[in-house]
């Protein structure tokens, strides 16, 4: 069960392409109309969030915006609970989740794609990452971990009510899991992200998991362009939506033609866009069959592109927009796989042509991420998620 944008939902078709491989039927639930992300996003509550100032403005925000979706999801997800024997539950809709777990008696599991329980080692990726000192960054990651829980306070009394459940608060709720350590497993690689020591047990990392694409090629005209000169730039924002679309994409072409570098330009959810014979507009294509003929890839620093750049082992420059890509991108500066953060409200002309330049001619750079997404290609992360859910569904 998982909610948001596409990047929340592809890294579990490979989670549950492995788990159908190994012999176990498997439905992936998420929403549909009338709960639409990208819609809520480009409201004028949702065009807010380009306004809010800071990562605790914008998550107060966004708070607000899931509130008013999750309790359409609930039937949906009872519906689908009904018919099975285990849930996995993303951190989207982790406390939801376990609420119609616990009033089914179906065992679950966290699948969580960012780091999220509070730990002193780092501030709360959802708030830009980084440090403020360890006490700070745990009290920090609790506050938001609270935040998410209150997404659900409206929703959850009816149904614990409706499942013959007592009554339990948020906060709780929680605390229940936690005492009971209930397991987390986490969908990204401990080369990224090394386990916190900090954490209880039952809170494990143990690899990514990859979307399942069934496309084997790339689609003729982008092969072609590829083919046509030297391997382009990816650009793309994925499922972050810009005030702009217009001018951002004026300023990455001329970013890119300043570095003397072709554009592979995606139009995601912001619209960019790019004319000439150096660039190519796209669509959605496999980032597992692009990111690796590519001279650099330029994102919005999300989990899963961020991964697949990673895979790719090609150098990247993270735009970061909000939430966890200040997280995502310090992390790919630390691994010396990006030269330096460009975040989108500090995007110049010359900020993106300087970072292009470093990212495309800087042969360390490019020999690091070689090395890294080489070990990340050799990592298995379903492998411990099958073994935990063998031994719930035993």
Excluded at 25 to 53: F, I, K, M, N
Excluded at 89 to 111: D, F, K, M, N, Q
Excluded at 198 to 208: F, K, N, P
């Amino acid at each position: 069960m998982t909610a948001g944008s596409r990047g929340d939902a592809a890294p579990y078709t490979g989670l549950g392409h492995r788990l159908a491989l190994a012999g176990h039927e498997v439905t992936l639930v998420t929403h549909v109309l009338p709960v639409d992300p990208l819609a809520a996003l480009r409201s004028p509550r949702g065009r807010g969030l380009h306004r809010s100032a800071g990562g605790a403005g914008k998550l107060v925000r966004v708070v607000d915006l899931a509130r008013r979706l999750v309790g359409r999801m609930t039937e949906d997800l009872l519906v689908a609970a009904r018919d099975s024997e285990v849930l996995l539950l993303s951190a989207s809709l982790a406390p939801l989740g376990h609420t119609i777990a616990e009033g089914l008696r179906l065992p679950s599991l966290g699948v969580y794609l960012q780091p999220l329980t509070a730990t002193r080692e780092f501030a709360p990726p959802m708030l830009g990452g980084g440090t403020w000192g360890g006490p700070v960054n745990r009290l920090a990651g609790q506050g938001v971990s609270l935040a998410v829980e209150h997404v659900f306070s409206g929703a959850l009394p009816a149904l614990r009510e409706r499942l013959g459940l007592p009554p339990l608060g948020a906060t709780a709720a929680r605390r229940a899991r936690e005492r009971r350590r209930w397991p987390v497993h986490h969908g990204f690689s401990p080369l990224v992200v090394p386990r916190p020591a900090d954490w209880r047990a039952g809170l494990e990392v143990g690899g990514y998991w990859w979307p399942y694409d069934r496309e084997e090629r790339l689609p003729g005209e982008v092969e072609e362009f590829i083919d046509a000169g030297p391997p382009p730039v990816f650009v793309g924002l994925g499922s972050a939506t810009v005030p702009d679309a217009g001018r951002l994409s004026a300023r990455v072409v001329a970013a890119l033609r300043r570095a003397g570098l072709r554009g592979v330009i995606q139009r995601g959810w912001g619209g960019l866009a790019a004319d000439g014979d150096d660039m190519l507009t796209i669509g959605e294509v496999p980032h597992s069959l692009l990111f690796p003929r590519m001279a650099a890839v330029v994102h919005h620093a999300g989990a899963g592109t961020t991964a697949a750049g990673l895979r790719a082992g090609v150098p990247a420059v993270p735009v970061p927009v909000q939430f966890d890509a200040g997280f995502w991108s310090a992390r790919l500066v630390a691994l010396g796989v990006a030269p330096a953060v460009v975040p989108l409200r500090r995007l110049t002309v010359d900020a993106l042509a300087t970072a292009l330049v470093r990212a495309t001619r800087d042969t360390a750079c490019r020999r690091r991420a070689e090395a890294l997404g080489d070990r990340i290609r050799r990592e298995d992360g379903t492998a411990p998620v099958l073994a935990a859910v063998a031994g719930l569904a035993g």
